[in-house]
């Protein structure tokens, strides 16, 4: 599979059903590092539907674009769905999108921990007004592989979250 080919299609995709729903979408990327946002704005036109991309890789970041609580990263960790939660609503109040995604998780080959393994991702998608959805993967394969496994969930989730008509 054409790891760029394959992402591309479905950005496109992504692109074709935020403009026929009418909205702008937003991303808070942790393990991802911008790649979420790199694969839309590959988009011929995709100002049209993209507002912005939040790149949050530490947790001060975190906390100083997001909003995300210092204690809520303490409690939780940053691999966490209160995090996600946090950085999806955050991404919402500081940027004009009505609909975002995050991400946050442990790529490797380092960091994992028994409850929370290298591969593990969690993400959340959120339109404006409404509660966010929240999801853990557990991806395999090497840093590259979990990265990539987790932009393409993040964008069949935003998919999902907007429906086939908008």
């Not at 906390?63 to 769905?81: D, K, N, R």
């Not at 940027?95 to 995050?102: D, E």
């Not at 442990?106 to 921990?113: E, L, M, S």
Request: hydrophobic share 45%.
């Amino acid at each position: 599979m054409d790891d760029a080919k394959d992402l591309y299609d479905l950005a496109d995709r992504v692109g074709a059903v935020l403009v026929r729903a009418g909205l702008m979408l937003a991303t808070a990327e942790s393990c991802t590092g911008g790649w979420i946002a790199q694969c839309v704005t590959d988009i011929a036109g995709s100002s049209a539907w993209f507002d912005r991309g939040f790149v949050t890789y530490s947790n001060a970041a975190k906390t100083a674009m997001l909003g995300v609580a210092p204690q809520l990263i303490e409690s939780q960790g940053a691999v966490s769905e209160a995090v996600v939660r946090a950085m999806v609503a955050g991404a919402l109040h500081h940027s004009r999108a009505q609909l975002a995604v995050a991400v946050s998780g442990i790529a490797g080959p380092g960091g994992g921990t028994p409850e929370k393994p290298v591969g593990t991702v969690w993400l959340a998608w959120q339109r404006a007004g409404g509660e966010p959805l929240a999801r853990c993967a557990r991806f395999g394969g090497d840093r590259r592989a979990v990265r990539r496994q987790a932009v393409a969930m993040a964008l069949h989730g935003v998919l999902e979250h907007v429906g086939p008509g908008g």
